[in-house]
């Protein structure tokens, strides 16, 4: 009887907070998304030539758990087969936080847009269940040839044309 | 040191190949952590722990790396890979490798 309450009581925990975790997160995922939508990802290996630009390597990890909810639900699933919901919303949430993350060291490099992303997914045994763990890279072009009010002649001359 | 996953720097040359660089990091969290995120197993959630871990071994493994090439006189590491996995319970290893290259300006 005792084992069973704690059963059920496990279950709710996973239930009720698995799911205000993963509606919070998915809230402030597309919040970023929208932020982060003027540095484009790209998966293409060939960097444009037309301008300069300066290369840097960036990444982001995240490692999300499953909760009790979901692990019991999954192997449950797993008896009669079939689309295994809960863990494919989990490891979206992983992939996409990742990206975001790599996103914001590029834009704190003042980069334009990052160049060949990959992913790399693995498992890490934390506990009964499990957690995944996401690793997204690619390299970030940072232009160089940005206008530098200070150093170009031409706008100060202006400047002092101006008034005069 | 210059570290890119693509091959090609535009109004860069590759003067000299240098062949492959690589670093490797393996860390774990001390057991209370591993406990910690047990219980946050149920619960469900990001570990945060285990994040800065692997944010730890990614930068351990890439310096590795950087040091390695550094010292076969490269002044840049194209066309790096990560590789992830798991040794054991709590563990993570994080594996990073590229070409080192002379690159000169065009």
């Given at each position: 009887?005792?084992?069973?309450?704690?059963?059920?009581?496990?279950?709710?925990?996973?239930?009720?907070?698995?799911?205000?975790?993963?509606?919070?997160?998915?809230?402030s995922?597309i919040?970023?998304?929208?932020?982060?939508?003027?540095?484009?990802?790209i998966?293409s290996?060939?960097?444009?030539?037309?301008?300069?630009?300066?290369?840097?390597?960036?990444?982001?990890?995240?490692v999300?758990?499953?909760?009790?909810?979901?692990?019991?639900?999954?192997?449950?699933?797993?008896?009669?087969?079939?689309?295994?919901?809960?863990?494919?919303?989990?490891?979206?949430?992983?992939?996409?936080?990742?990206?975001?993350?790599?996103?914001?060291e590029?834009?704190s490099?003042?980069?334009d847009?990052?160049?060949?992303?990959?992913?790399?997914?693995?498992q890490?045994?934390?506990?009964?269940?499990?957690?995944?763990?996401?690793?997204?890279?690619?390299?970030?072009?940072?232009?160089?040839?940005?206008?530098?009010?200070?150093?170009?002649?031409?706008?100060?001359?202006?400047?002092?044309?101006?008034?005069? | 040191?210059?570290?890119?996953?693509?091959?090609?720097?535009?109004?860069?040359?590759?003067?000299?190949?240098?062949?492959?660089?690589?670093?490797?990091?393996?860390?774990?969290?001390?057991?209370?952590?591993?406990?910690?995120?047990?219980?946050?197993?149920?619960?469900?959630?990001?570990?945060?722990?285990?994040?800065?871990?692997?944010?730890?071994?990614?930068?351990?493994?890439?310096?590795?790396?950087?040091?390695?090439?550094?010292?076969?006189?490269?002044?840049?590491?194209?066309?790096?890979?990560?590789?992830?996995?798991?040794?054991?319970?709590?563990?993570?290893?994080?594996?990073?490798?590229?070409?080192?290259?002379?690159?000169?300006?065009?």
């Amino acid at each position: 009887m005792n084992n069973l309450l704690l059963f059920l009581g496990l279950l709710f925990c996973g239930w009720f907070f698995g799911r205000r975790a993963e509606q919070r997160h998915y809230k402030s995922i597309i919040e970023r998304e929208l932020e982060f939508n003027a540095l484009p990802a790209i998966a293409s290996r060939f960097p444009p030539t037309d301008t300069a630009y300066e290369q840097q390597l960036v990444a982001g990890s995240t490692v999300v758990s499953s909760d009790y909810f979901k692990s019991i639900t999954a192997a449950m699933i797993n008896i009669f087969g079939g689309e295994v919901k809960p863990f494919e919303a989990l490891i979206d949430r992983a992939r996409r936080e990742s990206i975001l993350r790599m996103k914001a060291e590029a834009k704190s490099a003042g980069a334009d847009m990052v160049f060949n992303i990959k992913m790399e997914t693995s498992q890490i045994a934390a506990g009964r269940t499990g957690a995944i763990e996401v690793l997204a890279y690619g390299t970030a072009l940072i232009p160089t040839n940005v206008v530098d009010i200070a150093s170009a002649p031409n706008v100060t001359d202006m400047n002092v044309a101006t008034p005069a | 040191m210059l570290l890119s996953n693509l091959e090609i720097l535009p109004g860069k040359r590759v003067e000299k190949h240098l062949g492959l660089v690589q670093g490797s990091s393996v860390r774990s969290k001390h057991a209370g952590r591993d406990f910690l995120s047990g219980i946050k197993n149920i619960f469900g959630g990001e570990l945060t722990a285990y994040t800065e871990l692997l944010h730890d071994s990614r930068e351990q493994a890439t310096q590795r790396m950087t040091e390695q090439a550094k010292s076969i006189g490269a002044n840049a590491v194209l066309n790096i890979r990560f590789s992830t996995s798991s040794i054991a319970a709590g563990a993570a290893e994080i594996y990073v490798y590229g070409t080192a290259v002379a690159l000169v300006d065009e």
